[in-house]
């Protein structure tokens, strides 16, 4: 394998892989591996999906295999973003034995999880296929994998919101009580030369001072349909608004058909469960 496994700018793969393996290795390595499994040994195996996955991150599974096993031979059945059944295989794997071994757990931890989060990211995206909404991740991610994670709800079919707090303005309701008000806060930012300035409302009286001061985005927090469709008039088109707070698969679709651009959902990163992958010895 030769470059970064998957398509993240700033993801240095070989740094998480080496210490992903480090972190399981600990200062004694895979004593049960080098204990029970002889030197010379060769495993010939298949990672494979126990449930119906959207498949994030399978390279980089598979570089945790070619890191300590360079010879190994790896044979991808399957890329990121596809849906597969249970029983389907993502590769097949074949090299030593005790590399193969030592490497199984940190690969299929980190394929479980990026697995997991874009097959929660799916269900909520076809939950509102027909609605013109475009679904949003957030900044609620794992410390030291935003990256990974937010990669994962692409691979799901959902788009980025900000990756951090350099790309956007994003006025809360603490901006707002500090800075002593909707208008001042946006006005601030505006006069700080910031072009994307984002504001949370939760009330409807907070939508027009927003909007004057310079709102380029006006988030709508925590509103029921009826109150996101007035919301949605009185913005009449002039920015992007996206609902949040409260989103679930069942409420969702509601949501989308206030006729909001955007809906973001923490719990794709949040709370996703981990897919139900497995790695079998099939012999050589």
């Known amino acids: 394998m030769s470059g970064s496994p998957v ?49 994030a991150g399978a390279s980089l599974a598979a570089a945790f295999f070619t890191r300590l096993d360079p010879k190994a031979s790896l044979d991808m059945m399957v890329g990121d973003g596809d849906v597969v059944e249970p029983g389907a295989a993502l590769m097949r794997i074949e090299g030593q034995a005790r590399a193969l071994l030592t490497a199984e757990r940190s690969a299929l931890n980190t394929l479980q999880h990026l697995s997991g989060i874009a097959t929660l990211t799916r269900t909520y995206v076809d939950a509102i296929a027909e609605t013109g909404a475009v679904l949003l991740d957030t900044r609620k ?112 679709c509601g949501i989308a058909e206030a006729g909001v651009t955007y809906i973001s959902v923490g719990r794709l990163t949040q709370s996703a469960p981990a897919v139900d992958i497995g790695l079998d010895f099939v012999g050589i």
Do not use: C
């Not at 240095?12 to 030197?39: C, K, N």
């Not at 009826?226 to 989103?247: F, I, K, M, N, W």
């Open 7 to 55: 398509a993240i700018p700033g993801f240095d793969d070989a740094a998480f892989v080496a210490g992903t393996l480090a972190e399981d290795l600990g200062e004694r390595g895979d004593i049960t591996s080098a204990a029970v499994i002889p030197a010379d040994a060769r495993f010939t195996g298949f990672m494979t999906a126990r449930e119906r996955i959207v498949v």
């Open 141 to 252: 991610t794992t410390p030291g994998l935003r990256l990974l994670e937010k990669y994962a709800t692409r691979m799901g079919g959902a788009r980025n919101h900000r990756m951090g707090l350099w790309d956007a303005a994003m006025i809360k309701d603490n901006h707002v009580a500090v800075a002593g008000g909707v208008r001042p806060a946006v006005q601030r930012a505006v006069a700080a030369g910031i072009d994307r300035i984002i504001v949370e409302v939760d009330r409807l009286d907070q939508i027009t001072p927003a909007l004057d001061a310079g709102a380029t985005w006006l988030l709508l927090d925590n509103m029921e349909a009826d109150l996101l469709r007035q919301a949605v008039a009185l913005v009449g088109g002039r920015v992007p608004t996206e609902a949040s707070g409260g989103v679930s698969l069942q409420t969702i």
